[in-house]
């Protein structure tokens, strides 16, 4: 039965060439506009690290003044300073636990021909790697040791790797670094996890390139290397002196496996901010431990005119579908009396309206095929903004199933109301009129 | 015209004359908060700036040994003052627009301090420190007062402070109508314990290194500091004939990097630096003006569906009207009467839901209300379109011939 409802549809769609290209033209509009924002908003909300976000922790303390200060609805800072930083790094408590801030790297070339240039840093401590899993190409992080003695090691991206040495192994190499000599002691594979994380609020992008370079906070420091972002929240003696002022420019990440472990952390995180309440240092005691998804969504990571895009194509999608009613309607409608022949020689509502859905499923099919092709069009577009997240804009497997079950959502949607005009007609009057 | 036997026929053909209804409403609700976000994007590209933009050129220094800055910086502007074709050259810490923000909030009282976080007690606002002469390079206009005196550069530095020892400054028209409204800003001061800096001088809008949103007041929250010798002055700025910008940077970058070889050189012209700052927002734009152009397109070519569909299923009645006296004129204007009747439900449901749906952004996102302009403005568009979309059918309607009423049924 199904093949003579597809046989029946695909002649009653070639007899009405126009009208058929304008109904799936109409509807792949709807799906391509539609799947290209969906995707890009499924990219852009998506999980850094899945396999580990839930475990990973971003602290905050409060350390401000109380002028503006409503107990209980003031939130933390989203940065951390020094002291509390080094405070809650010594502490000591969960499995990993690191402090870090981005800097602007200055790289000089062996060859004095060649112009220094600025690379993307991250002074860190030595958890960050085990911490976040970062894969190593060549060599390896660097200890507790090194962090303590201020040591000048650096560890290197794959794509500052191939850039300098053509991809070879280079650890052991020096690399001057802000007029610095440093010992590389680890190339990473490719590693840039999107959303960038670890950069929010530290002045990095939210999207794209993983930084050139990693090197100990305490050696970065004392080479007088800034943070991109300082937030002070009192007057400033002496600016170069960030270690005592009261400013804030690292964010703190913990790694905690188990509900009693984040637990016991919140509890640990309350009671220094009680502590340094007591000591004088802090006015507030409000503190926060937010897992890496629930700090992204606090960050509102995710820009506001994807968000806006999307409910733009989905009113877009809705406006195509409607329009293909109305087409479906009035190619329907124009086929009355064929339909009172067919009902007059027997047949039932419910094979007329299964023929009809069959028809509008055709058209969603082929408007899905073809809104595919506009999808790729649009990330295609996309790819080519000067957004941050541009390069990002690629179509996986999942989006592209979604079109045509999106497609074909529409299509069935669309096709209920012309069906059920059609199956409801009454053949008598139609067959007169013949 | 009649409206009583419109009103009739459609109360007939009620599935249609919904869906028509139905395309031209949430056509109208999505194009008008469509345009609505076009036009708040335009406004912030759009956003005036007072300094000469088309002459400027900026080679930005970073990464020197900041000891050197007292001797490098003289040289390296007598090096671009000699390049040919320059006309003046100046050097900056930051420009508008270059994202690169120096901040700090300041009080009218002087027992202002930075802790008073709370907007109406502090103003935020970007620094911007210069060198001598580096006002005519950029253009920067005066309003009131003047510019900085010889002898208030040499002593102002910021090495590692927060803030320029010094206790002039020049500030915005928009900064200082915020600061003291309806008063003459020359000779009040602004306060950050412990330091203090009095106005001398009030400058046309000049735009912030970075922007707030679209609004325009607090987007303009500049002020200028005079400053002798000091790393903080990064960016150097060329004044030149816009005709010979592109090889003037080209030399300039040369002659810095030739200079100064340890150091990180970047040239552009003003304009690249601008065009980049909007570059993400002017794209969007032009993506919003795509979707409603083709969102238009949909819309008109389902109306000419459903209407040539109508006119097919009423060619009896037509032959009928037609052979009872009705002229040519009276058919086209019937279908075009019937088409801006519905195009009119539609619109007033499509306003509705248009100003719903921007409350439900209003409430999630930074959008001021709809403006009621976007009433009328959207309606005539829609009515044109429609009568455009029906003129089509209409006419075929109207070319039916009176002798059809005697063949059919």
Same mark, same amino acid.
């Given at each position: 039965?199904?093949?003579?409802?597809?046989?029946?549809? &695909?002649?009653?769609?070639?007899?009405?060439?126009?009208?058929?290209?304008?109904?799936? &033209?109409?509807?792949?509009?709807?799906?391509?506009?539609?799947?290209?924002?969906?995707?890009?908003?499924?990219?852009?909300?998506?999980?850094?690290?899945?396999?580990?976000?839930?475990?990973?922790?971003?602290?905050?303390?409060?350390?401000?003044? &109380?002028?503006?200060?409503?107990?209980?609805?003031?939130?933390?800072?989203?940065?951390?300073?020094?002291?509390?930083?080094?405070?809650?790094?010594?502490?000591? $408590?969960?499995?990993? $636990?690191?402090?870090?801030?981005?800097?602007?790297?200055?790289?000089?070339?062996?060859?004095?021909?060649?112009?220094?240039?600025?690379?993307?840093?991250?002074?860190?401590?030595?958890?960050?790697?085990?911490?976040?899993?970062?894969?190593?190409?060549?060599?390896?992080?660097?200890?507790?040791?090194?962090?303590?003695?201020?040591?000048?090691?650096?560890?290197?991206?794959?794509?500052?790797?191939?850039?300098?040495?053509?991809?070879?192994?280079?650890?052991?190499?020096?690399?001057?670094?802000?007029?610095?000599? #440093?010992?590389?002691?680890?190339?990473?594979?490719?590693?840039?996890?999107?959303?960038?994380?670890?950069?929010?609020?530290?002045?990095?992008?939210?999207?794209?390139?993983?930084?050139?370079? #990693?090197?100990?906070?305490?050696?970065?420091?004392?080479?007088?290397?800034?943070?991109?972002?300082?937030?002070?929240?009192?007057?400033?003696?002496?600016?170069?002196?960030?270690?005592?002022?009261?400013?804030?420019?690292?964010?703190?990440?913990?790694?905690?496996?188990?509900?009693?472990?984040?637990?016991?952390?919140?509890?640990?995180?309350?009671?220094?901010?009680?502590?340094?309440?007591?000591?004088?240092?802090?006015?507030?005691?409000?503190?926060?431990?937010?897992?890496?998804?629930?700090?992204?969504?606090?960050?509102?990571?995710?820009?506001?005119?994807?968000?806006?895009?999307?409910?733009?194509?989905?009113?877009? &999608?809705?406006?195509?579908?409607?329009?293909?009613?109305?087409?479906?309607?009035?190619?329907?409608?124009?086929?009355? $009396?064929?339909?009172?022949?067919?009902?007059?020689?027997?047949?039932? $509502?419910?094979?007329? #309206?299964?023929?009809?859905?069959?028809?509008?499923?055709?058209?969603?099919?082929?408007?899905?095929?073809?809104?595919?092709?506009?999808?790729?069009?649009?990330?295609?577009?996309?790819?080519?903004?000067?957004?941050?997240?541009?390069?990002?804009?690629?179509?996986?497997?999942?989006?592209?199933?979604?079109? #045509?079950?999106?497609?074909?959502?529409?299509?069935?949607?669309?096709?209920?109301?012309?069906?059920?005009?059609?199956?409801?007609?009454?053949?008598?009057?139609?067959?007169?009129?013949? | 015209?009649?409206?009583?036997?419109?009103?009739?026929?459609?109360?007939?053909?009620?599935?249609?004359?919904?869906?028509?209804?139905?395309?031209?409403?949430?056509?109208?609700?999505?194009?008008?908060?469509?345009?609505?976000?076009?036009?708040? !994007?335009?406004?912030?590209?759009?956003?005036?700036?007072?300094?000469?933009?088309?002459?400027?050129?900026?080679?930005?220094?970073?990464?020197?040994?900041?000891?050197?800055?007292?001797?490098?910086?003289?040289?390296?502007?007598?090096?671009?003052?000699?390049?040919?074709?320059?006309?003046?050259?100046?050097?900056?810490?930051?420009?508008?627009?270059?994202?690169?923000?120096?901040?700090?909030?300041?009080?009218?009282?002087?027992?202002?301090?930075?802790?008073?976080?709370?907007?109406?007690?502090?103003?935020?606002?970007?620094?911007?420190?210069?060198?001598?002469?580096?006002? !005519?390079?950029?253009?920067?206009?005066?309003?009131?007062?003047?510019?900085?005196?010889?002898?208030?550069?040499?002593?102002?530095?910021?090495?590692?402070?927060?803030?320029?020892?010094?206790?002039?400054?020049?500030?915005?028209?928009?900064?200082?109508?915020?600061?003291?409204?309806?008063?003459?800003?020359?000779?009040?001061?602004?306060?950050?314990?412990?330091?203090?800096?009095?106005?001398?001088?009030?400058?046309?809008?000049?735009?912030?290194?970075?922007?707030?949103?679209?609004?325009?007041? !607090?987007?303009?929250?500049?002020?200028?500091?005079?400053?002798?010798?000091?790393?903080?002055?990064?960016?150097?700025?060329?004044?030149?004939?816009?005709?010979?910008?592109?090889?003037?940077?080209?030399?300039?970058?040369?002659?810095?990097?030739?200079?100064?070889?340890?150091?990180?050189?970047?040239?552009?012209?003003?304009?690249?630096?601008?065009?980049?700052?909007?570059?993400?927002?002017?794209?969007?734009?032009?993506?919003?003006?795509?979707?409603?152009?083709?969102?238009?397109?949909?819309?008109?070519?389902?109306?000419?569906?459903?209407?040539?569909?109508?006119?097919?299923? !009423?060619?009896?009645?037509?032959?009928?009207?037609?052979?009872?006296?009705?002229?040519?004129?009276?058919?086209?204007?019937?279908?075009?009467?019937?088409?801006?009747?519905?195009?009119?439900?539609?619109?007033?449901?499509?306003?509705?839901?248009?100003?719903?749906?921007?409350?439900?952004?209003?409430?999630?996102?930074?959008?001021?209300?709809?403006?009621?302009?976007?009433?009328?403005?959207?309606?005539?568009?829609?009515?044109?379109?429609?009568?455009?979309?029906?003129?089509?059918?209409?006419?075929?309607?109207?070319?039916?011939?009176?002798?059809?009423?005697?063949?059919?049924?």
């Amino acid at each position: 039965m199904f093949g003579y409802y597809l046989d029946l549809a &695909l002649r009653s769609l070639k007899r009405n060439r126009v009208l058929t290209a304008l109904m799936v &033209l109409t509807l792949a509009l709807g799906i391509g506009a539609s799947i290209t924002t969906l995707t890009l908003l499924r990219l852009l909300s998506g999980d850094p690290l899945p396999q580990k976000s839930s475990r990973l922790f971003y602290a905050q303390v409060d350390p401000n003044s &109380l002028s503006g200060y409503v107990a209980g609805q003031t939130k933390p800072d989203s940065l951390m300073g020094y002291v509390d930083a080094m405070n809650l790094l010594h502490a000591g $408590r969960g499995t990993h $636990r690191a402090a870090l801030a981005l800097t602007q790297a200055k790289i000089v070339p062996e060859h004095s021909t060649e112009h220094p240039y600025f690379s993307d840093g991250v002074i860190t401590t030595t958890d960050f790697f085990p911490m976040f899993e970062v894969p190593f190409r060549y060599g390896n992080g660097w200890t507790a040791e090194d962090d303590t003695n201020r040591a000048a090691l650096v560890v290197i991206s794959d794509f500052l790797n191939d850039k300098l040495y053509g991809g070879a192994n280079s650890v052991g190499k020096m690399l001057r670094i802000n007029n610095h000599d #440093f010992r590389i002691v680890g190339v990473l594979q490719h590693w840039a996890p999107q959303p960038r994380f670890y950069t929010q609020e530290l002045g990095g992008r939210s999207y794209g390139d993983g930084e050139a370079l #990693f090197m100990p906070l305490s050696t970065a420091r004392a080479l007088n290397m800034d943070p991109q972002d300082i937030e002070c929240y009192a007057s400033v003696g002496n600016i170069n002196k960030l270690e005592e002022a009261p400013c804030e420019w690292l964010g703190f990440w913990v790694q905690l496996d188990s509900a009693k472990a984040v637990a016991d952390y919140r509890e640990f995180l309350a009671n220094y901010a009680k502590e340094q309440m007591a000591l004088g240092r802090f006015k507030r005691s409000e503190t926060a431990l937010l897992d890496l998804m629930g700090w992204l969504r606090d960050r509102e990571v995710v820009p506001d005119d994807v968000r806006l895009q999307t409910y733009l194509a989905f009113g877009f &999608l809705l406006i195509c579908v409607v329009n293909t009613v109305g087409l479906l309607l009035a190619k329907c409608l124009r086929r009355s $009396r064929e339909i009172g022949v067919r009902r007059a020689l027997g047949a039932t $509502r419910r094979t007329v #309206f299964a023929q009809f859905m069959v028809e509008a499923s055709i058209v969603g099919l082929a408007g899905g095929l073809f809104g595919l092709l506009f999808a790729e069009l649009g990330l295609w577009g996309v790819r080519h903004q000067p957004a941050e997240y541009a390069s990002l804009a690629r179509l996986d497997l999942t989006m592209f199933g979604s079109t #045509f079950a999106v497609a074909l959502a529409a299509s069935l949607i669309a096709g209920l109301l012309p069906a059920w005009r059609a199956c409801v007609l009454a053949p008598a009057p139609q067959l007169k009129a013949a | 015209m009649q409206i009583r036997p419109i009103l009739a026929t459609l109360r007939k053909h009620r599935i249609p004359a919904i869906l028509i209804v139905l395309e031209i409403a949430l056509a109208c609700a999505v194009l008008c908060n469509a345009v609505f976000m076009i036009s708040r !994007r335009v406004a912030s590209i759009s956003l005036p700036n007072a300094i000469d933009e088309k002459e400027l050129i900026s080679v930005s220094m970073h990464g020197a040994d900041p000891t050197r800055a007292a001797a490098d910086i003289p040289r390296n502007l007598a090096a671009l003052q000699g390049i040919a074709g320059v006309q003046a050259a100046g050097v900056i810490s930051s420009l508008p627009l270059s994202t690169d923000n120096w901040g700090w909030s300041f009080g009218t009282q002087p027992d202002s301090v930075l802790e008073d976080r709370s907007s109406d007690q502090n103003t935020n606002v970007s620094l911007y420190m210069m060198a001598q002469g580096t006002e !005519r390079v950029l253009g920067l206009r005066l309003r009131q007062g003047r510019f900085f005196n010889a002898d208030e550069y040499p002593g102002s530095l910021i090495g590692s402070g927060a803030l320029p020892s010094t206790h002039v400054t020049v500030i915005t028209e928009s900064l200082a109508k915020k600061l003291w409204p309806g008063q003459s800003p020359l000779g009040k001061t602004i306060y950050s314990k412990p330091a203090y800096f009095t106005v001398v001088g009030v400058v046309a809008d000049v735009l912030r290194p970075r922007l707030f949103g679209s609004d325009g007041l !607090r987007s303009y929250h500049s002020s200028f500091f005079p400053m002798g010798p000091d790393q903080a002055l990064a960016n150097y700025v060329l004044r030149c004939p816009p005709a010979e910008r592109e090889r003037i940077l080209r030399e300039a970058v040369q002659k810095m990097q030739a200079l100064n070889p340890s150091a990180v050189i970047n040239g552009n012209t003003y304009e690249a630096i601008r065009n980049r700052y909007f570059a993400d927002t002017s794209s969007m734009a032009w993506m919003l003006v795509l979707v409603c152009a083709v969102m238009l397109a949909v819309t008109a070519v389902g109306i000419v569906g459903l209407s040539s569909f109508w006119v097919t299923q !009423r060619r009896a009645q037509i032959g009928i009207r037609r052979a009872l006296g009705a002229t040519r004129g009276d058919i086209l204007r019937y279908f075009q009467l019937e088409n801006f009747l519905l195009v009119g439900i539609g619109i007033l449901l499509g306003m509705l839901l248009a100003y719903g749906i921007n409350l439900f952004l209003m409430a999630h996102y930074e959008l001021p209300r709809l403006p009621m302009l976007y009433l009328p403005a959207g309606a005539l568009a829609l009515w044109l379109i429609g009568q455009g979309a029906v003129l089509g059918p209409a006419q075929r309607a109207a070319a039916v011939p009176p002798v059809v009423a005697t063949r059919a049924a």
